[in-house]
């Protein structure tokens, strides 16, 4: 028996050791959660003006940012003179964050939905998302404007930017902003009863 204080060990397991003692790190992949942002109430909208409120959500972000490369909203105008107006009589659409930042846009409406391609990347956490318009002359006064989208299939190619996993954003049902009403104003014209028809002479003064 050695009488060698120092304990020796053999090559195997000095590595086991190493790659013990060797820091790890594991990447949760990420999820994304949309939902209606309550904070942007249902509320009247200007006919003719740009950047009118049509409908707003929260984006929960957890693990790692998200990276998404289509989005898909759908406009619900309802009217209330039958008329057929649908997403064409909304233009300029965005998506801005919370910050008033651009996201996405603008587009006009088509048919009833909108949809952006690009990169659009959620960061970890919170945000509010809101779409802005500006409701186009053929909306009458009353119609009213309810913005949708379904994320499980509306948003798409949603990757992880730390894992590199791709995700189905969530929830797999339709999710409905509130509603918006268009009110536009009129201009209306009418001949007082006073002065009275007559005749004017020419050269004559103070006559009303």
């Known amino acids: 028996m050695s009488n060698n204080p120092l304990i020796r060990f053999s090559p195997l397991i000095l590595s086991f050791l190493a790659i013990a003692a060797t820091p790890r790190v594991s990447t949760d992949i990420g999820t994304l959660t949309v939902q209606k942002d309550p904070s942007v109430f249902a509320q009247n909208i200007g006919v003719g003006f740009p950047d009118q409120p049509l409908g707003a959500f929260t984006v929960t972000v957890r693990h790692e940012p998200i990276l998404i490369r289509t989005l898909t909203f759908t406009l619900n105008v309802n009217n209330v003179n039958g008329d057929n107006d649908d997403g064409t009589a909304i233009d300029q659409i965005k998506l801005i964050d919370g910050n008033g930042q651009v996201v996405a846009g603008p587009m006009d409406g088509s048919a009833q939905t909108i949809t952006f391609v690009g990169s659009f990347i959620f960061p970890q956490g919170t945000g509010s998302y809101k779409l802005v318009g500006m409701p186009a002359a053929s909306l009458d006064s009353g119609d009213t404007v309810m913005v949708s989208t379904k994320p499980s299939t509306d948003w798409l190619t949603a990757l992880g930017t730390i894992s590199g996993e791709m995700i189905i954003p969530a929830p797999d049902t339709t999710v409905f902003s509130n509603t918006m009403t268009a009110k536009g104003g009129k201009l209306t014209i009418s001949v007082p009863p006073i002065p009275i028809p007559q ?10």
């Not at 005749?199 to 009303?208: E, H, I, W």
């Open 199 to 208: 005749t004017v002479l020419s050269g004559l003064q103070g006559f009303t």
